[in-house]
């Protein structure tokens, strides 16, 4: 028995490095200089090299710890340049109105779903699964047809309202729903409450934690966004900055991955309760 | 009478976005999809049948895809499904260090891919780190030869195993203790246990642990993009690509067929496993 625990416990230490080390590597080379960066990585400073046969002679050198310390890399990527700034900002501007549209329109259609007793509304809701179901590719297809028809094709509208009209986040609550007493909700209405107070004075508080988790579902899907920004926006100057990131491999690479990654880890380290309750709850039975 | 249909009203009033936004962006445009699926052409629309299907079915590169798209599931949905679970058996071991662990794990699902690429391109690049520590002499490709697959599939379960396991553990909290107690007392070794309790009662959590996988092994596309670009080597080019691809040339004809032939393989994978849980689950009760 005991043997067993310590083996476990060995053996989840070694994923558990498995797991954060690239991340880690990232971390720490954030700090290196821009001239320890192209010491290390100069086999890898324009993509040409890395298809060509000839640099084979240096190779990457990564290592976790710096030969020195530094925040240059930190310092030129917010004042050195506005471009990642800039595609930074733009990331900002799909993911944020997704997120927050996406809550909005989906918490009133899921208490619709849950309580309506519309004769057909479950097979409207199959509708909604399947779409949800679809790979990513083929729900692009409808989205790109219909803002060439709604001419917005090009602009950033072009993701954010399909992204908004997404069917998981009325599936998210509504599965969370499916939980809840429901004796709460009639109880109210007895008491003669109208369903606009039923839903902000009941419903609201027991929602919080499914909306917390289709925030954090929503948030890491959206701020992780390539193929939509890559089929809809021609323009670069609204590329996000996950797009952007690898494209470029210059010495502040490490520190504009890091200054990317950090919202999200920010959020997960604040809210990865909500976000496992989402795993758990976006599993269809 | 009066106030349940008030209500009914109200209800679709709190649907009525989210029902707005599924037609405009998904339903509606599917049906044009389907349209423009079996037309020979955006200019005379004549209707030519499942031609387009034809066309789609016989291209050489389409074939590829498929085949890849194939191969890749084969081998990550069950990588993906094994890893996780035995994980997941290990952080139930690990009590009150469970959480650590288990964010450890978790932690990688909300890195944004492109923060990654880099690191993943200096790691397996024909400069890369593994070839200047283990193949200075004769540095391969790895990208670029059938290692791909191997090396993406290992990328997309470093960022995307944390969701299997958040499943997994959720399913194996579900299996009463007294049953491992029941069998220890009859005498069964661990091994047996693991075999005839745990084996058999995560069952369910499979099958839906596989379905997600099958959804979510879509969004390698992500990786493989970032890492290898639109063109990576051809073992990685998968369905998803040859339909990017489509949207680049806008031809609407084998993008509409190609996605509708994804489309049915995905839902018919579903459908299937539905259907074979259920037969399951009514000869196991």
């Known amino acids: ?285 | 009478m009066k106030t349940r249909a008030r209500s009914e009203i109200l209800f679709l009033f709190f649907a009525l976005p989210s029902l707005t936004g599924m037609l405009l962006f998904f339903v509606a445009p599917l049906g044009v999809s389907l349209y423009l699926a079996v037309v020979d052409n955006a200019l005379t629309y004549r209707f030519v049948g499942f031609q387009n299907f034809k066309n789609v079915m016989e291209s050489e590169v389409f074939r590829l895809a498929l085949k890849n798209t194939g191969l890749f599931m084969a081998i990550c949905v069950p990588a993906n499904m094994l890893f996780p679970l035995f994980a997941a058996i290990l952080l139930r071991k690990a009590g009150a260090r469970k959480g650590l662990f288990g964010m450890f794990l978790l932690l990688p699902l909300v890195i944004p891919s492109g923060s990654m690429a880099f690191f993943w391109r200096s790691l397996f690049g024909l400069n890369g780190a593994v070839n200047g520590t283990f193949f200075p002499d004769a540095p391969v490709h790895w990208l670029n030869t059938g290692w791909s697959r191997v090396i993406i599939t290992g990328v997309f379960i470093w960022k995307n195993a944390g969701f299997n396991i958040v499943l997994y553990l959720a399913g194996l909290a579900l299996i009463p203790r007294e049953y491992y107690e029941c069998a220890a007392l009859e005498g069964a070794g661990r091994f047996r246990q693991f075999l005839q309790i745990t084996m058999v009662y995560i069952i369910p959590t499979s099958f839906l642990v596989f379905i997600m996988s099958v959804i979510n092994s879509f969004k390698a596309f992500k990786e493989i993009y970032l890492i290898a670009g639109a063109y990576p080597h051809h073992s990685i080019y998968l369905l998803q690509h040859y339909i990017y691809n489509q949207f680049t040339s806008l031809d609407y004809q084998k993008l509409s067929a190609a996605s509708y032939i994804l489309m049915a393989i995905t839902i018919g994978i579903v459908v299937f496993m539905f259907r074979f849980q259920r037969r399951l689950s009514e000869n196991f009760s």
């Open chain 1, 1 to 285: 028995m005991r043997v067993n625990t310590a083996l476990s416990y060995i053996l989840l230490t070694v994923l558990a490095v498995l797991f954060l080390l690239p991340v880690c590597v990232i971390l720490t080379n954030s700090l290196m200089s821009g001239f320890e960066i192209s010491n290390r990585f100069g086999a890898f400073v324009t993509p040409e090299n890395f298809y060509s046969s000839v640099g084979a002679a240096h190779f990457a050198q990564i290592s976790l710890i710096p030969d020195s310390v530094t925040l240059t890399q930190y310092f030129d990527l917010l004042f050195g340049s506005a471009e990642y700034i800039g595609k930074f900002w733009n990331s900002v501007l799909l993911a944020a109105p997704i997120v927050a549209g996406q809550i909005v329109v989906s918490a009133p259609a899921a208490y619709a779903f849950e309580m309506s007793r519309f004769k057909f509304k479950e097979i409207i809701y199959f509708i909604y699964i399947v779409i949800m179901l679809v790979p990513l590719q083929v729900s692009l297809v409808p989205n790109y047809i219909m803002a060439q028809l709604l001419t917005i094709n090009g602009t950033r509208l072009a993701i954010i309202l399909p992204g908004m009209a997404s069917p998981f986040g009325v599936f998210l609550i509504r599965q969370h729903m499916k939980n809840l007493p429901r004796d709460y909700v009639e109880a109210a209405q007895i008491d003669g409450a109208g369903h606009l107070r039923v839903l902000i004075l009941i419903v609201t508080p027991l929602f919080k934690p499914a909306v917390a988790a289709l925030f954090m579902l929503s948030f890491i899907e959206n701020w992780n966004l390539v193929e939509q920004p890559v089929i809809f926006l021609r323009d670069i100057a609204m590329e996000p900055l996950s797009v952007y990131l690898s494209q470029i491999d210059g010495s502040l690479i490490f520190a504009a991955s890091c200054f990317y990654m950090l919202p999200a880890v920010l959020i997960f380290l604040y809210g990865q309760e909500y976000m496992v309750e989402g795993i758990q709850l976006s599993g269809i039975k």
